[in-house]
């Protein structure tokens, strides 16, 4: 059989009756409004065996998933388009297989019936010999196994705790167990160890009375194998904070370092300002590595909160609830991780704070720098116009003397064309004329000058 597919997501045409009273639709509405319905509940007819495999899929393509599906008995012919929405629901025979496919996992639900070779009750009973889906296609799923889990759903009191903690006992071996009973009404116990057994599974069973409906019964499931999911899905983040704590703390100590000689001077601003450079890229190079993980673990962190809330767990007396147990044990991991975050975030904002003092030092030595610079470029320019005073002084003195020369001669011309004159005495009483005369010509090319330079200026 083909794929299924929820009524909710099929396109319905608009009723253009409708349609006409409201201004064209955005063209993101239609998917938008469609997400609430991308992932429906499953319907679990109890007593029933849902066998659960979630692997990341980084590396993994949505065509070799896609080929996957299609070695399912009769699923040779699934349209790759089917797979466009994240979402897929195969019923194969007398069981069914969801697929979805999310940011950095996709997983896949088996729901079949109960096994018949398994009874509640029965010492460690062999779940693997009940399956429909083969072995060989679970194993060749693509991507890495982030979780697996066998969950049993079937019919018991729930108003009976002791007898049902009995009975699970045997069915998950000699181990300690985690129950609790769900709902505010007690509807349903879940029972789980959180144990790896050979198989590579965990094992969860629920019991519920006769009569609880599928979808309550589907509602369970999911909450249950999504929050194994997500605790482990956070705790990915733990073996990064670990490997990262040592060099955190090589890279503080460097800092305090690189401060210290900051503050006495030690070294050269060149000398600190290389070793301040190569310590902010690894910092951030660790930031660009690890802040998605570390971005991510809160978010699964904060889903395993809010499954936990949905299932409203009560306790039975003597065992440890799921929710407890989730705290108990996860949140030491999760502050491990969140202190690790804050203190590559807080080695940032220290790094860039010294970059900042480094830099203030180095503006005020520039600074200084070009103090000095202008006081001798002052220097210089006073010793400039003295020395031009003095060549323009020169100047004045050379040019009064070549001109009382050229009167000089002059004036013994017009003696030997017969002038009584005195070459001497009348070139020399014409002295301060000439300097005068000179001195103030050079002024007006000065004040020319100025002029033409002042436009030029701005």
């Given amino acids: 059989m083909g794929p299924s597919h929820n009524a909710a997501m099929q396109e319905r045409p608009a009723d253009p009756a409708i349609a006409s009273t409201l201004p064209p639709d955005d063209g993101q509405r239609r998917a938008l409004h469609d997400e609430v319905h991308a992932r429906p509940t499953a319907r679990i007819r109890l007593p029933a065996l849902v066998v659960y495999v979630a692997v990341l899929n980084e590396g993994v393509t949505r065509e070799q998933e896609w080929n996957h599906l299609r070695e399912l008995p009769g ?38 019936p109960w096994p018949d070779a398994c009874r509640l009750g029965d010492r460690e009973p062999d779940l693997q010999a009940g399956r429909l889906v083969a072995a060989d296609w679970l194993r060749r799923i693509p991507g890495r196994t982030i979780a697996a889990i066998e969950l049993a759903m079937t019919h018991a009191d729930p108003g009976q705790p002791d007898e049902v903690l009995r009975l699970a006992q045997a069915w998950f071996g000699e181990t300690t167990l985690l129950a609790s009973v769900m709902g505010n009404q007690g509807h349903s116990i879940a029972i789980t160890d959180f144990a790896l057994r050979p198989s590579g599974f965990e094992r969860m069973l629920v019991l519920s009375p006769p009569g609880t409906t599928e979808t309550r019964a589907g509602r369970v499931s999911q909450r249950l194998l999504e929050l194994e999911t997500y605790r482990l899905m956070a705790l990915r983040g733990l073996p990064v904070a670990k490997a990262l704590g040592p060099q955190l703390g090589e890279w503080e100590g460097q800092l305090a ?52 809330a949905e299932l409203r767990e009560r306790p039975i007396p003597g065992t440890q609830t799921l929710g407890e147990f989730m705290q108990r044990r996860l949140s030491p991991a999760m502050a491990t991780v969140g202190a690790t975050a804050q203190r590559l975030a807080s080695l ?22 070009n103090q000095l610079l202008l006081e001798k470029l002052t220097r210089g320019q006073e010793l400039q116009l003295r020395l031009q005073s003095t ?21 013994k011309a017009v003696k030997a064309l017969g002038v009584p004159v005195h070459p001497e ?7 301060p004329l000439v300097l005068w005369a000179v001195w103030k010509t050079i002024r007006r090319i000065h004040a020319r000058l100025h002029v033409g330079a002042g436009p030029a200026a701005h």
Avoid: C, N
């Avoid at 300002?273 to 890229?281: E, F, I, R």
């Avoid at 930031?287 to 909160?305: D, G, Q």
């Avoid at 900042?356 to 005020?364: A, C, E, G, N, Q």
């Avoid at 020169?394 to 009382?404: D, F, K, N, P, T």
């Fill in 257 to 308: 370092g690189i401060t210290a000689r900051l503050e006495g001077r030690s070294a050269t601003d060149q000398e600190l300002l290389d070793t301040l450079v190569a310590l902010a890229a690894r910092v951030e190079r660790a930031t660009a590595e690890h802040v998605f993980r570390f971005s991510a673990t809160r978010a699964y962190e904060a889903l395993v909160v809010q499954r936990i």
């Fill in 348 to 369: 940032s904002e220290r790094v860039s704070r010294a970059s900042d003092l480094l830099r203030t030092r180095v503006d005020i030595a520039t600074e200084s720098q």
């Fill in 425 to 431: 005495l009348l070139v020399g009483s014409m002295i």
């Fill in 391 to 411: 060549v323009e002084g020169l100047s004045i003195a050379a040019i009064s003397y070549y001109v009382v020369s050229l009167l000089l001669y002059g004036a």
């Fill in 75 to 112: 699923q040779a012919a699934l349209p790759l388009e089917a797979l466009q929405a994240h979402f897929l629901r195969l019923r194969l025979g007398g069981w069914t297989l969801k697929w979805e496919r999310h940011t950095e996992f996709t997983r896949y639900s088996i729901v079949q």
